[in-house]
């Protein structure tokens, strides 16, 4: 790249680069979020890099060309590396490889290999081990100091807390990456979006919040302060450079396969290349292997083997001269657009998607890619039958990045925004700073309504779990129910062998319930009368009041009858509860359709009001006891905690030899399970909890 900048011009383009560089790696490593492709960063760094070397008057001693990227967060302890951090030069390119090859060659001869390993996308570790006990893991940070994160990366069950008895020296350092299984990844984001809509978000807010790629998820959870949230939430690691005072080997490769006899996980997947062809071939296996390893790799890392040859490479200010990342280009294709459709969410929030001639692109099919909203569609500029370049980026889900403008239809028309809703022809609402568009027919748009009963039957709300959303959508298409009320109309025998249309398009399928679902359902809907007002209140789906909201509303107020009558001003007026909210209740209850609904409700014996039982009770059963909730259970955890607290007990977050009771629910974490058994605490059921509470005060 040639510069033809005037001083005024290139002092202009540091100062922007510089600070859009420290923008992208404040979100990088502090926010956990990419906001641009790593390739599109590396080319700006790049351009950084050139100016700063044409123009050094004008670079700031701070260049982010010159730190290696993170910052420190708040929370932990700020602990300085024993040896800096590093990170690698990057390459993109099969010649600049050969030019790093022939740098080494003119430094140290030919006579030397390298060792050609994958690039793991995740967050880099830095481990120090004394005695073959782990005594801290930290963060890369800024690279010369990170945060102490030791309690959370004991979570990680492929780390080692103590070594078998070998040959390792009483202290040493090893780095490696965290990262989270593609798997796994998948698995709780969806869990994730199921909360966040039990929460009361909306489709936009959703998207926002859901974590992007496996290694912000993993980034965000190595942050968490709980480590038993971090248990929660399986990571991995991959170790791959040893440090050591007293140099155990004289190379790197062999150095791998001693820490992996020791009991570090080290990767299968690295090898010794005598020349640059031979990292070539390693380059390429993996670009095409890559999709089937279950975990991502941006690229394959090169390292000079021999430690006294690295040693005489030396280092830059960043990075040392003996490795270089090679990147791998973001897969792009391209295909035609076949149309944009739309989808009417529970909110009435439009997505628009664009269907596309189907086509391979990282192991998978992809058909179909959200558009997100209009602007995105004008910002593409798409036209009707553009051919239109799709990546799968950072990101999991595949994005239309560009239309290639060579293949555009003569006369192609742009696509044009639907005016009307898809689904029952409403004129669609953009409300001013609203990036989405609703569809505002609340009570008569057929995936609106549907997905409130969706919602007012999910586990969180009525927990009617013998209602899916398909038998929701059939029994809604069979002319059964309109709405959530309708729900505690339906009888056995409506119900009894009913035929159901599922499934839509393609996959239109009949159903016939059984006799058992039937009875199920109606099972179902008898026992949700008992479930209490608060989950009620978060059930009827108002628009912003998730579990919590609906929770203080309903100690608040006690009683619908009290919500219904009461004031924006009183609503505004409840702790964390603004006037949007207090809008949104409001609304809900001008409606004469609700209004019957509640009325309904009444009639059927659903809870409308806060039951005093013997759970809000406050008793001191429970005096000077400590407790530690971990698992499912049929009630909340917080609800459980919640218990303990109005009748003495006190909860406790980790388990130690003063806990009285641990409370056991499915699915508690082994590690919890085994220390108490190791100290003899008293492991109990939520039944036998119960117990606890209904025995006699004495
Ligand atoms: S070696 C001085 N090996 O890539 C040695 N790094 O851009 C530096 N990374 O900070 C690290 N896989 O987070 C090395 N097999 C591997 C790696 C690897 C991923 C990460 C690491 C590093 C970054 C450099």
């Keep these: 790249m040639s510069i033809n900048l005037s001083e005024t011009e290139a002092q202009t383009r540091i100062k922007e680069l510089t600070s859009l560089l420290n923008k992208y790696n404040y979100h990088y490593y502090v926010l956990s979020e990419s906001l641009i492709a790593d390739s599109d960063f590396d080319k700006l760094m790049k351009e950084l890099e050139l100016l700063e070397k044409e123009f050094p008057l004008f670079a700031d001693p701070n260049s982010p060309t010159r730190k290696v990227g993170g910052t420190i ?9 024993q040896y800096p951090m590093l990170s690698l030069g990057n390459t993109y390119s099969e010649e600049e490889l050969l030019e790093f090859d022939n740098r080494i060659k003119k430094a140290i001869g030919h006579n030397f290999e390298y060792v050609a390993e994958l690039k793991f996308d995740g967050l880099a570790i830095s481990l120090n081990y004394q005695k073959g006990k782990l005594i801290r893991a930290v963060t890369r940070g800024d690279g010369v100091q990170g945060d102490d994160v030791t309690t959370n990366v004991k979570t990680i069950n492929t780390i080692p807390h103590q070594l078998n008895p070998g040959s390792y020296p009483d202290e040493f350092e090893i780095r490696g990456e965290i990262f989270m299984h593609l798997k796994t990844f998948e698995k709780l984001n969806e869990n994730y979006r199921k909360e966040l809509e039990e929460k009361g978000y909306d489709e936009e807010e959703i998207t926002e919040r859901l974590y992007k790629n496996p290694r912000n998820f993993a980034s965000g959870t190595l942050k968490l302060l709980d480590s038993s949230e971090v248990a929660k939430r399986p990571l991995d690691a991959f170790l791959y450079f040893l440090y050591a005072n007293h140099k155990i080997t004289d190379n790197h490769y062999d150095s791998l396969k001693l820490a992996a006899s020791w009991g570090f996980q080290v990767s299968d997947h690295y090898r010794l290349c005598p020349t640059i062809q031979d990292v070539f071939r390693f380059i390429e296996e993996y670009e095409r292997e890559r999709k089937n390893l279950g975990y991502d790799i941006d690229g394959v ?3 000079v083997n021999n430690y006294l040859q690295q040693e005489e490479l030396g280092y830059t200010a960043k990075s040392p001269r003996w490795a270089i990342a090679y990147k791998f280009k973001t897969e792009r294709v391209s295909t035609l657009l076949q149309f944009v459709s739309y989808q009417v969410g529970r909110t009435g929030a439009i997505t628009p998607v664009a269907n596309l001639n189907p086509v391979q692109l990282g192991g998978t099919t992809v058909k179909r890619a959200s558009l997100y909203n209009a602007d995105e569609i004008l910002r593409l500029g798409l036209h009707e039958q553009d051919t239109v370049f799709v990546e799968k980026g950072g990101e999991i889900i595949p994005k239309i990045v560009g239309v290639d403008l060579e293949q555009r239809v003569n006369d192609a028309k742009a696509i044009e925004y639907i005016t009307h809703c898809p689904e029952c022809n409403s004129l669609l609402v953009r409300k ?3 990036s989405l568009h609703y569809c505002p027919n609340e009570l008569g748009c057929k995936p609106q309504l549907k997905g409130r009963i969706e919602h007012f039957t999910g586990r969180k ?17 069979a002319g059964l129910i309109k709405n959530y009320g309708d729900l505690y109309d339906l009888n056995f025998n409506d119900l009894n062998n009913l035929e159901l249309e599922i499934g839509e398009g393609d996959d239109l399928r009949k159903r016939s319930l059984k006799e058992k679902s039937a009875q199920n359902i109606i099972e179902g809907i008898e026992a949700s009368k008992k479930v209490p007002f608060e989950r009620l209140l978060f059930a009827l789906g108002i628009r912003l009041v998730g579990e919590t909201v609906a929770r203080k509303l309903a100690e608040h107020f006690e009683n619908i009858d009290n919500l219904m009558s009461a004031t924006m001003e009183e609503i505004s007026s409840i702790h964390e509860i603004g006037e949007k909210i207090a809008y949104q209740v409001k609304s809900y209850f001008s409606i004469h359709e609700n209004i019957s609904i509640i009325e309904k409700f ?12 013997s759970e809000n009770i406050k008793t001191n059963k429970l005096n000077g006891k400590s407790f530690l909730v971990s698992g499912v259970f049929k009630r909340s955890r917080e609800e459980l905690k919640k218990i303990i607290e109005r009748n003495g007990g006190r909860n406790v977050s980790s388990v130690s030899g003063k806990l009285d009771f ?4 499915d699915k508690m974490g082994p590690e919890k399970l085994k220390k ?10 939520e039944e036998e909890f119960e117990n606890l509470l209904n025995v006699s005060d004495n």
């Design 662 to 665: 641990l409370i056991a629910g």
């Design 602 to 613: 009444k009639q059927k014996g659903l809870q409308l009001a806060v039951v005093h039982d």
């Design 432 to 434: 001013e700073g609203d």
């Design 461 to 477: 709300a009525m927990n009617i779990d013998s209602l899916g959303a398909e038998t929701i959508s059939g029994l809604y298409d």
């Design 676 to 685: 108490a058994n190791e100290l003899n605490i008293k492991i109990i059921s």
């Design 301 to 303: 890392v090169i390292k």
């Design 73 to 81: 967060s708040k929370e932990f302890k700020t602990v300085k590396h």
